[in-house]
Each structure stands twice: as structure tokens, then as C-alpha cells.
């Protein structure tokens, strides 16, 4: 990428002049700003703040099976009902497991596991301390198969209520297996999203939500795999702003946004495509920073936002905005940075 620290416009230069003065320091120190690790609710399961993932869709059927419902769920869920659900993993999660036939991915962290809309319930992780674990096995002998089987298994052993109902299921699993052996040749995370030709057959692509036998309410319901899909790859972004502290109705023209890219060179970002709190674009101009290494690649950027677009979203305190953007192999990254707004001149 061309490195080119100029724009097009004289009042545009005098505003980057002032901003590059702040910023000097702050390439040199590495201060920047990025979105606290305390737990935060997950709105509409779309995974965590910070952390690369992948988000997999996935849809059934409620199958024939055992079905257990307590009385507020009778009627909202039925054989032959819609099944449609995520599940949101880290690919660079290590295994746990010892044993080169099993592999073992176990998450704690805020916002990654699964979530179902099963006729009209619906069920989550628990947003705030999950318990999700996916398994893999390769050729692994255990009670069920005792000449071994392929499986890739989804657990969440921490859930929310069974809403409309109260109750909690236990048990929310999916299990797609291979009794042939062929799916797997190891036991490390596939490639998502699975083939699911590999698990066809009666009950090798299946789920279950459950609670245990002696729990109360009962509740258990089984449900067939039909798809799955890979709706996002996303790659976590570092964020601060530059000022720092703004006044509610500053006539200032822009702000300036410090990037940088997790796992993936940053001169891949199309900065076009940057969107801060879901509508403010950047500047067009070309992104200005510094070549570290003077291998032509920015490592940081620096993008100018319109200040006057942020007004609708902001009030006195501190705010954490949201970044979004994708990169040029149509990857999403986004990330959080903080800012503090003061009382300004209406």
C-alpha cells in the first residue's frame, strides 16, 4: 500500500496537522484504548467483545423422539417444528485432552457458545460464565463404540431459561456422528462449516435439550440437523480515539481513529467499509500512520470520522463506541474504544 500522509482539502490538512501532533506520542507509547474484560450481556448472541471467532448457523426439525414439555410449553413446541440456532467458537482455542482420539475445546469466556429458537422457546448459553465445550473425536473408543467413531460434539453445560418457560435445561448438546470412521482423520477443530453428507443416517446428526431425570420441571426435546452455515469469521480490532474528550455539539471536524488488526496484516482492512456506532463512514481519504518496519505495511492506521455525525449518539459520561468494518477478503473485524463526552454549547 502506498503510505500517503496528505489530503485533499486545506482545512482537512490543518485539522490532520493538529491530530498528528497528538498522535506522535501515542504510536511511541502504545497507550491505546481497548474494551474491558468484565462480562457484558451478548445482545442477540452475536458473540464476544474481544477475541477472534467464528459464528456457524445451523437448522432442523423437532424430530419424533421423546418428547417431555412442562405445561407453559405445550403447543409452542411440536414434532415437525422449525429448529434454527449458532453456535459461536474460538479456532485457536488448544485442546485439553491428552488423548490424540479426542479433542477437547472447552470455553469460559463471555459471549461464545450456543443459542436455539426451537418453535417458539428459546434458549442461550449463559451469556456472563458459559460452559461450552466442543469435542472431537477421532476414531475414539468409548461405551456407545466400542469399534471406535468419528463425532463432533457441542455442549453447553451453563444455560438460560427455556424461555417462554422458566425452566433450565441441563443438558444442550449436538452431536454429529460417524459410526464409518471417515469424517475425521484427527482430532484437531475441523473446518467449519462441517459437511453434514458425512453424518447423514438415522440419528447421527441430531441435538437434545434436556434436564436431568429427578429435575423438576421436565423438559426434553430432540431435533434433527438439516443445515449449516458459516455467517461470519471475525477478527477482533484495537480502537482509541483521538481526542479522547469531547464536548456534546463541538464544532470540531473530525476524529481521528487509531486501528489496529488482530491476526491478520492491517494493510488488508478496507478502510470504505469502516462504520463507527452502525452509520458514521471515514473520511476518503487515504488512512495515514506509521510503517514500523519498513516493509511498506502500516501497522497502525489512522482514519479521520466527521465529529459532527457522532452527536446523535452521544451524551455527557463515558462511552465505549463500537467499530465495524470488514477486511478485503471479506472477513469482519470490529472492536470497542472508549471516550468521554462533556457538557459542550447546545
Known amino acids: 500500500m502506498q503510505i500517503d500522509h496528505g489530503v485533499s482539502r486545506w482545512w482537512q490538512g490543518l485539522t490532520v496537522a493538529v491530530i498528528s501532533m497528538l498522535i506522535a506520542g501515542?504510536?511511541?507509547?502504545?497507550d491505546s484504548i481497548t474494551a474491558p474484560s468484565d462480562p457484558v450481556p451478548v445482545a442477540a448472541f452475536d458473540g464476544p467483545r474481544n477475541g477472534e471467532f467464528l459464528i456457524v448457523e445451523f437448522t432442523g426439525t423437532v424430530n419424533e423422539g421423546t418428547l417431555i414439555l412442562p405445561p407453559d410449553l405445550e403447543g409452542i413446541i411440536a414434532p415437525g417444528g422449525s429448529v434454527k440456532g449458532r453456535f459461536i467458537l474460538d479456532p485457536t482455542i488448544p485442546d485439553a485432552s491428552p488423548d490424540s482420539t479426542i479433542g477437547v475445546y472447552t470455553e469460559l469466556r463471555p459471549g461464545y457458545g450456543m443459542s436455539l429458537t426451537i418453535g417458539g422457546a428459546h434458549l442461550e448459553s449463559d451469556p456472563h460464565s458459559p460452559r461450552f465445550?466442543?469435542?472431537v473425536m477421532d476414531d475414539h473408543i468409548f461405551g456407545i463404540a466400542p469399534d471406535g467413531m468419528d463425532r463432533f460434539g457441542l455442549m453447553s453445560f451453563a444455560n438460560t431459561p427455556l424461555l417462554p418457560s422458566t425452566v433450565v435445561p441441563t443438558v444442550f448438546q449436538i452431536f454429529l456422528s460417524d459410526p464409518s470412521k471417515n469424517a475425521f482423520d484427527t482430532d484437531a477443530l475441523p473446518a467449519l462449516p462441517l459437511d453434514l453428507t458425512a453424518f447423514k443416517g438415522t440419528m447421527f446428526a441430531v441435538g437434545r435439550i434436556a434436564t436431568l431425570i429427578g429435575e423438576s420441571p421436565r423438559v426434553s426435546v430432540g431435533f434433527d440437523i438439516?443445515?449449516?452455515?458459516?455467517?461470519?469469521?471475525v477478527y477482533p480490532l484495537t480502537v482509541s480515539f483521538y481526542p479522547r474528550s469531547l464536548r456534546l455539539h463541538d464544532r470540531s471536524l473530525w476524529l481521528a481513529v487509531r486501528l489496529q488488526v488482530a491476526a491478520t496484516a492491517p494493510s488488508e482492512l478496507d478502510p470504505a467499509s469502516l462504520r463507527l456506532v452502525g452509520g458514521v463512514g471515514p473520511s476518503p481519504d487515504p488512512p495515514f500512520g506509521r510503517d514500523r518496519d519498513r516493509d511498506g505495511i502500516l501497522e497502525d492506521w489512522f482514519l479521520l470520522f466527521p465529529r459532527f455525525g457522532l452527536d446523535p449518539y452521544l451524551n455527557v459520561g463515558m462511552h465505549e463506541l463500537k467499530l465495524e468494518g470488514r477486511l478485503r477478503t471479506g472477513e469482519l473485524v470490529r472492536g470497542w474504544g472508549q471516550v468521554s463526552v462533556r457538557r459542550g454549547i447546545p
Open 133 to 135: 465445550t466442543v469435542q
Open 226 to 233: 438439516d443445515t449449516m452455515t458459516l455467517v461470519e469469521h
Open 26 to 30: 501515542a504510536i511511541g507509547c502504545g
